[in-house]
């Protein structure tokens, strides 16, 4: 919202005369001065501030107040339409990714030595080729799923898959870049992100899902499902986390719930990489439960693993507040999501008691969680399905085509990638870990 320079004077005056100015401006946009652009966040804004009055006397819980208040006003919905047929919520991210390559181009040498860094695929003809060998088998068939539907209307190209969890290209200057597609990266990085192989196989594969836990459009039924078993009402008010010790920062939370059992349920679980209750933190493994079962509870946490944590998606469909930790660690769809508005941000490697903290203001404004939640899951479930995931595909390996600067040829060394069914393979079991 624009205010006259005036009038943004006069709120900076009231704010030294310690009067919010965020509170003058809510009762501005409740007195109708909502612009056109942005009607939805004036709508959004009064439901976000309903309930705050006379409960956050403290500096910290206005802050927080401030925060959602001034997000909820802002916000615009990413898309003109709100099917998304265009996938417009996620194609900025595509755009800056591709952005380093559009001075000098991609060239064939370029490629050359990004295969360092990954399997070289092709699509020539309308075909999809790779190299013979694929590191990890379920990640590559979980990415192919998606080429093979759209290699039929993309132009010839060459292209290098990193399926391991970290990036690899953390070129500082321009030319020292390499086109490497990698599923996840931090700002330090200049890799190609793209969707991850688990919105179709792969995944980490644990007791619960020994194939990997992919399928994300039959993961997307079963949480829903389980999301509306557990209305907001029927939800325990209780931080909820199960999940290995893949990063250290997890450790906060275990400890308060160890501490604070009616607060926080949140344990250790093995993975394959399990040696001794060292690795859980000096207790034995927990159980493992479903996605579905986190649903029961108000307050999910998610944290980085060795990159992106997969399990991020997958919190928003229980229609829970999700307590994402950390901002570095990305996956494609993540700046879409804005904190504040569809999750509650916590900065990296958290105290105990700053997650009491946040706890105990949500705990406290019942409502303000609530509204959280559901846009959360609203984005995830309008934005993320798996046509946002093909056009996704379609419109990052489009646009890399047009930076290649030399003419892509035929390779008789690569072999042809064909649709599992046509070829009649069984899937692989998950080879992760
Ligand atoms: N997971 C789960 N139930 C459990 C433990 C883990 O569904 O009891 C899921 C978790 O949400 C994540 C995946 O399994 O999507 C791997 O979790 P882990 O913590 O081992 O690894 P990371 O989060 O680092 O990928």
């Given at each position: 919202?624009k ?12 704010q ?10 809510q009762?501005?946009t ?7 652009e ?9 439901k ?6 006379n ?9 927080i107040?401030?925060k959602?208040e001034?997000t ?5 919905s ?5 099917q998304d ?6 194609q900025k991210?595509?755009?800056?990714d591709?952005?380093?390559f ?18 070289l ?43 391991r ?7 500082r200057?321009?030319?020292?870049v ?5 599923f996840?990266?931090?700002s330090?990085y ?6 991850a192989?688990?919105?179709?196989a792969g ?11 992919g ?5 997307r ?9 557990f ?10 986390f ?16 160890r ?5 926080v ?29 986190h ?18 998606k ?5 229609r ?9 660690w ?20 958290p ?21 959280i ?25 489009t646009n890399?085509?047009k ?15 064909k ?10 079991r998950?080879?992760e870990?």
């Amino acid at each position: 919202m624009k205010f006259p320079i005036l009038f943004v004077l006069f709120l900076k005056l009231l704010q030294l005369l310690n009067i919010s100015a965020e509170t003058i401006q809510q009762d501005v946009t409740s007195k109708g001065m909502c612009t056109e652009e942005t009607a939805n966040g004036c709508e959004d804004s009064s439901k976000a501030e309903s309930t705050t009055n006379n409960r956050n006397d403290d500096a910290a819980s206005q802050r927080i107040v401030s925060k959602i208040e001034k997000t909820w006003a802002k916000y615009k919905s990413c898309s003109a339409e709100p099917q998304d047929p265009k996938c417009e919520c996620h194609q900025k991210v595509w755009q800056k990714d591709l952005e380093v390559f559009q001075k000098q181009g991609i060239t064939k040498q370029n490629i050359k030595d990004a295969t360092k860094f990954g399997t070289l695929y092709k699509i020539f003809n309308q075909k999809l080729y790779r190299t013979a060998d694929c590191f990890f088998p379920a990640r590559c068939e979980g990415i192919e799923y998606f080429l093979l539907k759209i290699a039929p209307s993309l132009p010839n190209m060459d292209f290098v898959v990193n399926t391991r969890d970290y990036p690899q290209v953390s070129g500082r200057f321009a030319r020292d870049v390499l086109p490497v597609f990698s599923f996840s990266k931090t700002s330090d990085y200049r890799d190609i992100m793209y969707p991850a192989w688990t919105f179709w196989a792969g995944g980490p594969a644990i007791k619960l899902f020994p194939t990997g836990i992919g399928r994300w459009d039959i993961q997307r039924e079963k949480i829903n499902k389980a999301g509306l078993e557990f209305p907001w009402e029927k939800k325990i008010a209780k931080g909820f986390f199960r999940g290995s010790r893949t990063s250290h920062e997890r450790d906060s939370l275990v400890l308060l719930s160890r501490s604070n059992p009616n607060w926080v349920d949140a344990a250790y679980t093995k993975n394959q990489a399990w040696k001794s209750p060292k690795d859980t933190l000096g207790e034995e493994p927990a159980q493992e439960v479903s996605f579905e079962y986190h649903c029961q509870f108000k307050y999910l946490f998610n944290f980085r693993g060795v990159a992106a944590s997969f399990r991020f998606k997958h919190l928003f469909l229980c229609r829970s507040l999700v307590f994402h930790v950390g901002n570095e660690w990305l996956e494609f769809f993540y700046p879409a999501l804005k904190p504040w508005k569809h999750y509650v941000p916590l900065d990296k490697n958290p105290s105990q008691s700053e997650i009491k903290e946040i706890m105990e203001f949500f705990r406290r404004n019942d409502d303000l969680a609530k509204n959280i939640a559901e846009a959360g899951y609203e984005f995830i479930w309008h934005h993320l399905r798996m046509e946002d995931i093909e056009c996704y595909w379609k419109h990052l390996m489009t646009n890399y085509s047009k930076l290649l600067k030399y003419e892509v040829v035929e390779d008789k060394s690569l072999i042809e990638i064909k649709d599992k069914k046509s070829n009649n393979q069984k899937r692989r079991r998950s080879d992760e870990f």
